[in-house]
């Protein structure tokens, strides 16, 4: 929403990490966001800052306050500042140091950055207004004393400002002009308003609030995700199954779909849920138009094409894709052994079953329309091996090919089938009309997680072009949806595809 809307007003965005707290700062997250945005399509070009960056300025504005009377060392602990503060219908109690004089409350402050106090036992605070219907204005701490080493500024440190006095102090020295944020943050606005009107005499940022993304099928909030993460219910941030951009990303998911979803859905002050179906939606038409159309079976069964010569291979030709001629062909091996879905036999089919059946013909995508004469079963009756005849005349693109049957199965050549890992995802959540809380005494959400959302395949056969695709290549498996080659442990030897999307749409179904 930040750079898009910077972008659609010929704007500039800044990308700006807040470090005021040196215990919880990441490199990861640090790392991870910057290849996110690009990969997203935006540049902050030379833009890009830390709220470490204006320590010295922050404390610099922080005595200008004490200076002006409008900020003063507490003594007091964090839970007395709790009992002080108040509560929603009534007003707090002012701190016994509010009286403090400039002075002193200067001289200790000094102290305090000098490293003379131990954590917790002071902090500096904003003097506003302790009866304010408002609890972020009264007498917010602004400052508070942190014995940690910080990984951009090292030990110079020992007092961090708090977000909330960083925030807008940051946004004005970098001049900007739109601060946008999630509606959680339009109570924490007065207090950005007075620090910019202490300290800031033109040109003052101004703080936009609007309604976060929330997702059906899944969990947005980053305190859930860490859980997911931490209880080892994923693998990970980039997890396929998670919401984050790098999780998507390892998907398959493209940059162009999700700008796209973010564009149709806009942006508003009431908080609500958008259905999960409508970014697919996104996805698919993005695919459609880039993604090459391969084969693959994801539950083999051998079929024999007892008519088909044992010592012959021949290549057929197959488009790449259908709605783009300038993609191209390949082309794929044939032989007398193959394999199709298991799920597209049936030894006694219901009626309006077009797929293979005794006696019943079918055309192999590409090939040739094949008819079965038997099956072969093991010991205990399980069906093991297809037996068929093919039509030679019947090629793809031959003069006779126009024979019309109902049925279309795809396949591949045993003698040059690939084995490969296949990883088919589900929602994470099962509820589709859960919608998220992200109070700590929300409901517990991990009861609601799908211990389906991932099913791992093995001894999948794909073509054998396929072993070579680089990691993150997108293709169509026809009849199956779309597929890429995961980012991590996709290899020539290892061939590992995740299951993007399928290939029902019911979004668009659902607009009809």
Known sequence: MNFGTALEFNGCCN???????????????????????????????????????????????????????????????????????????????????????????????????????????????????????????????????????HHRTGDTWCIYPMYDFAHPLSDA????????????????????????????????????EFARLDLTNTVMSKRKLRQL???????????????????????????EAIRDFCDRIGVAKANSIVDVALL?????????????????????????????????????????????????????????????EREDFMEEPPKKFFRLSPGNEVRLKHAYIIQCERVLKDEDGQIIEIHCTYDPDTKSGGSASSRKVKGTLHWVSAAHAEDAEIRLYDYLIRDDQYTEDDSAESDDFLARINPDSLQILKRCKIEPGLKEADPGSKYQFLRQGYFCADLKDHSSDHPVFNQIVGLRDSWAKMNK
Request: proline content about 6%; overall charge negative.
């Open 15 to 149: 990308l700006r990490f807040d470090d005021t707290n040196p215990s919880k700062e990441e490199t990861e997250f640090v790392e991870s966001i910057q290849e996110d945005v690009q990969w997203l399509g935006f540049s902050w070009k030379d833009r890009m800052y830390y709220a470490s960056d204006y320590f010295e300025k922050l404390y610099a504005f922080a005595v200008e306050l004490i200076e002006k009377g409008k900020a003063f060392v507490c003594d007091l602990s964090a839970e007395e500042i709790r009992e002080y503060r108040g509560t929603l219908t009534q007003p707090g109690t002012n701190s016994p140091y509010r009286g403090r004089s400039a002075e002193e409350s200067l001289d200790l402050f000094q102290r305090m950055r000098a490293g003379e106090f131990p954590n917790g036992t002071k902090v500096l605070r904003a003097k506003i207004d302790m009866s304010s219907p408002n609890l972020n204005m009264r007498d917010p701490v602004i400052y508070r004393i942190m014995h940690a080493s």
């Open 173 to 208: 020295l970098e001049h900007i002009t739109h601060s946008i944020c999630t509606m959680e943050f339009e109570d924490h606005r007065p207090l950005y308003d007075w620090l910019t009107e202490q300290l800031i005499e033109e040109d003052r940022p101004r703080q936009y």
């Open 229 to 255: 993460v931490e209880g080892g219910y994923v693998q990970g941030w980039d997890d396929p199954r998670m919401p984050t951009i790098s999780g998507l990303r390892r998907r398959g998911y493209t940059p």
């Open 280 to 340: 697919e939606h996104c996805l698919r038409e993005d695919l459609n138009s880039k993604a090459k159309r391969v084969m693959a079976v994801l539950d083999p069964i051998k079929v024999v094409l007892i008519n088909y010569p044992e010592d012959q291979d021949e290549f057929l030709e197959a488009e790449n894709s259908p709605e783009h001629p300038e993609a191209g062909i390949r082309l794929i091996p044939f032989s007398r052994t193959i394999y199709i």
